[in-house]
């Protein structure tokens, strides 16, 4: 019977989770059962549990996650204040003389925006609010204008300052700013490749992705330098500062948020476009989604305590350390189970359901987890894609048009699907 309770466990919170309860509670309610289960039947020691609330305690003083809610509350300020939607709107206009030059204008402001929020949801949201209406408007190929404006919305999950590696370099215990160092060029490599597709297809169905007309790019000369200092330089800046005082080993990636927050109020307010209610919607969005990270980490760390006292994890370990293939086969696996999970669940419920079960096996095998961690967050982003639960299609499903049918947005983003596994496959051949 020993050998039972970890997987029995494991799959009893992927019941409850796929059953449509609260994450987090359902962690923590599993926890608590098997908990009890194994008590009555002489598998576990309840005075383990007495070490939870240090842990809790653990949980909401770490330094390192101090930094989600400033890096969630600088795009939202950026959201809210429209220097988003400028950005976009001036990219349109120095790209849109060429063909495909508009789809290439969204492929570099997902990256901007990457580089901005780290927040999926946002760029996803503000790029088919903005951006769908324009080239619909001058004859892109809708199942085109779909998929560029999804996966671009993406770049937010591997990009720095991404969320998504902020929580990775906790749960594996890595260095946050290791991790954005090394997500820089895979980042880059894939924003790269989105643009390369848009210009073969420039090339190969030029109808598909038509320059735009004279009067829709009406500025020219003095007053489109003026618009390009003011809406993209800017906004440049403030990357540069935040990214690279954290690569310059002058501040923590926690610092750099904070700096990253009040560059974000600096630029809102000198633009004029920073109100109370601005303010008011962008806290509540950043309180928001810190809750539910703190909820969820306090979940899983009733979970992960209760899943070792059962020898869970010894389980894991075995499972996954003696797979075909040694650490191939391991990351193989891993990868296709985080890829299936994407499809269902947020990377925040991934990050601390599977990623604290695959990071000792990972280290016995000799992965290095800060690589480890990169290629967790572009899995992830490839997931967001997948149809037909990926979440960037919903968030654009949810901003599209109601007469456009959600298959075209998954006919759209299939192409781009194909580009990040691509880049997948190449990092595990090549690490």
């Avoid at 820089?184 to 210009?199: I, Q, R, S, W």
């Avoid at 391991?330 to 991934?350: H, K, P, R, T, Y």
């Amino acid at each position: 019977m020993e050998g039972v309770w970890g997987p029995a466990m494991f799959v009893a919170a992927l019941v409850l989770i796929f059953s449509g309860f609260p994450v987090a509670f359902a962690l923590a309610g599993t926890a608590l059962i098997f908990a009890l289960l194994g008590s009555l039947t002489g598998q576990f020691d309840w005075i383990l549990l007495r070490a939870l609330p240090d842990r809790i305690f653990g949980t909401m003083s770490n330094y390192t996650l101090l930094a989600v809610p400033f890096f969630i509350f600088m795009g939202a300020i950026l959201e809210k204040s429209r220097l988003a939607e400028r950005l976009l709107e001036t990219i349109g206009i120095l790209f849109g003389r060429f063909r495909g030059g508009l789809g290439l204008g969204v492929v570099l402001v997902g990256a901007l925006l990457a580089a901005a929020t780290g927040v999926v949801g946002a760029s996803v949201t503000a790029m088919g609010l903005i951006s769908l209406p324009v080239m619909l408007r001058y004859g892109y190929q809708r199942e085109l204008s779909l998929g560029v404006i999804a996966a671009a919305g993406t770049l937010g999950q591997i990009i720095p300052p991404s969320v998504v590696l902020i929580v990775l370099g906790d749960q594996l215990g890595v260095s946050v700013g290791a991790l954005f160092q090394g997500a820089l060029v895979p980042g880059l490599v894939l924003t790269g490749l989105y643009a390369l597709y848009v210009v073969v297809v420039a090339v190969v169905r030029p109808r598909a992705v038509p320059a735009l007309p004279p009067e829709a790019r009406a500025l020219r000369g003095g007053a489109l330098v003026r618009r390009v200092a003011g809406s993209l330089l800017p906004p440049l800046l403030l990357i540069l500062v935040v990214l690279g005082s954290i690569f310059a080993g002058v501040a923590t990636p926690t610092e750099a948020g904070a700096l990253g927050a009040i560059g974000a109020l600096i630029l809102a307010a000198s633009h004029r476009s920073l109100d109370r209610a601005g303010i008011v919607a962008a806290t509540n969005e950043t309180a928001r989604l810190t809750i539910m990270v703190v909820f969820l980490l306090i979940g899983s760390t009733a979970f992960a305590l209760v899943f070792r006292g059962l020898a869970g994890d010894l389980w894991i370990e075995r499972v996954l350390t003696n797979l075909p293939g040694g650490a191939i086969g391991f990351l193989v696996v891993v990868n296709l189970i985080v890829f299936a999970l994407g499809c269902f669940l947020d990377f925040f419920e991934i990050a601390f359901i599977i990623v604290p079960l695959i990071a000792a096996p990972a280290a016995l095998l000799g992965i290095d987890l800060v690589w480890l961690g990169i290629l967790l967050g572009m899995n992830l982003q490839t997931s967001f894609l997948t149809p037909p639960f990926g979440f960037s299609l919903f968030y654009l499903r949810g901003v599209t048009p109601a007469h456009i049918p959600t298959t075209a947005i998954y006919r759209g983003a299939i192409p781009f699907i194909v580009i990040q596994a691509i880049v997948v496959v190449g990092m595990i051949v090549l690490r």
